[in-house]
Nanobody
Framework: QVQLVESGGGLVQAGGSLRLSCAASGTTFNSNTMGWYRQAPGTQRELVAA???????NYADSVKGRFTISRDSAKNTVYLQMNGLKPEDTAVYYC??????????????WGRGTQVTVSS
């Protein structure tokens, strides 16, 4: 059982940057992989980035080279640095934690989401 709280969302112009944070608390033994999904209105939820306890990262092709995921184990926090933001990045971003990479949604813990809006 892990609780996840996202922060850092907001409104930014195209080309700008934001850094999202996800603070984990509670029992974290099933948090071997953490990352971010996003969902825009009328679209399917998509995996943006993930990172394992060992530091292995995965990114969606659409954000590769622009976004960087990292974690600070001492602070129990995962970050998503988003550079070169585009209007199509506009979505609610959800932090998640799971027992392994590719774990199904029902196995994961989820944050409540933070809104990212990129204006053109």
């Amino acid at each position: 059982q892990v609780q996840l709280v996202e922060s850092g969302g907001g409104l930014v112009q195209a080309g700008g940057s934001l850094r999202l944070s996800c603070a984990a608390s509670g029992t974290t033994f099933n948090s071997n992989t953490m990352g971010w999904y996003r969902q825009a209105p009328g679209t399917q939820r998509e995996l943006v980035a993930a990172i394992s306890n060992g530091g292995t990262t995965n990114y969606a092709d659409s954000v590769k080279g622009r976004f960087t995921i990292s974690r600070d184990s001492a602070k129990n926090t995962v970050y998503l640095q988003m550079n070169g933001l585009k209007p199509e990045d506009t979505a609610v971003y959800y932090c998640y934690a799971g027992p392994y990479y590719g774990s199904p949604a029902w196995r994961n813990s989820w944050g409540r989401g933070t809104q990212v809006t990129v204006s053109s």
